[in-house]
T-cell receptor
Framework: DAKTTQPTSMDCAEGRAANLPCNHS???????VYWYRQIHSQGPQYIIH???NNETNEMASLIITEDRKSSTLILPHATLRDTAVYYC??????????????FGAGTQVVVTP | GAVVSQHPSWVICKSGTSVKIECRSL??????MFWYRQFPKQSLMLMAT?????????EQGVEKDKFLINHASLTLSTLTVTSAHPEDSSFYIC??????????FGPGTRLLVL
């Protein structure tokens, strides 16, 4: 599965949108982009995933560039509870098979009042 | 989202004893579950893939005889840390994969070996 690159950390003001970038320049055609987050001392929480179209759910929006080499996770109105490490993971999906979720270092997001 | 539980949430044991951790998918069936380990200030490391009704597949460097995995049903996988030592102290997290491929994670089990 393709490797991803994320900033080590970023700060965000409460109530503002948080835009988390992720580079995955070696992504291949059957690989999805997944986002998870891990709040301190808890298990990771699934946020969203996508292949090539932009996706939105109740938690966030995922914007994938047309060449699929990068993506941005958008938390529309950050709250203090969104403080966490955010992981961008690329995983292959094939017929009747899925790749493994391998975690990198992620981005430590701190939401400040 | 789907719910995955783990039990116990934390355990303290003496060196040399074995510890069993349970992982359950509460509202969906999971033919495949995963076990991860996380040391302080580090990311999650995949230890093994647990397949219902068959042997687990271990990642390179993970001792299969030390970390026994049993996936006896579509909703339960267990990880047994045999003859635990202080260096096995860690945060163990399981994950269950849904039919559409999304993985949901449990809350984790913190193991401290004295």
């Amino acid at each position: 599965d393709a490797k991803t690159t994320q900033p080590t950390s970023m700060d965000c003001a409460e109530g503002r949108a948080a835009n988390l970038p992720c580079n995955h320049s070696t992504i291949s055609g059957n690989e999805y982009v997944y986002w998870y987050r891990q709040i301190h001392s808890q298990g990771p929480q699934y946020i969203i995933h996508g292949l090539k179209n932009n996706e939105t759910n109740e938690m966030a929006s995922l914007i994938i560039t047309e060449d699929r080499k990068s993506s941005t996770l958008i938390l529309p109105h950050a709250t203090l509870r969104d403080t966490a490490v955010y992981y961008c993971i690329v995983r292959g999906v094939g017929t009747d098979s899925w790749g493994k979720l391998q975690f990198g270092a992620g981005t430590q997001v701190v939401v400040t009042p | 989202g789907a719910v995955v539980s783990q039990h116990p949430s934390w355990v303290i044991c003496k060196s040399g004893t074995s510890v069993k951790i349970e992982c359950r998918s509460l509202d969906f069936q999971a033919t495949t579950m995963f076990w991860y380990r996380q040391f302080p200030k580090q990311s999650l490391m995949l230890m093994a893939t647990s397949n219902e009704g068959s042997k687990a597949t271990y990642e390179q460097g993970v001792e299969k005889d030390k970390f026994l995995i049993n996936h006896a049903s579509l909703t339960l996988s267990t990880l047994t840390v045999t003859s635990a030592h202080p260096e096995d102290s860690s945060f163990y997290i399981c994950s269950a994969r849904s039919e559409v491929g999304t993985q949901y994670f449990g809350p984790g089990t913190r193991l401290l070996v004295l």
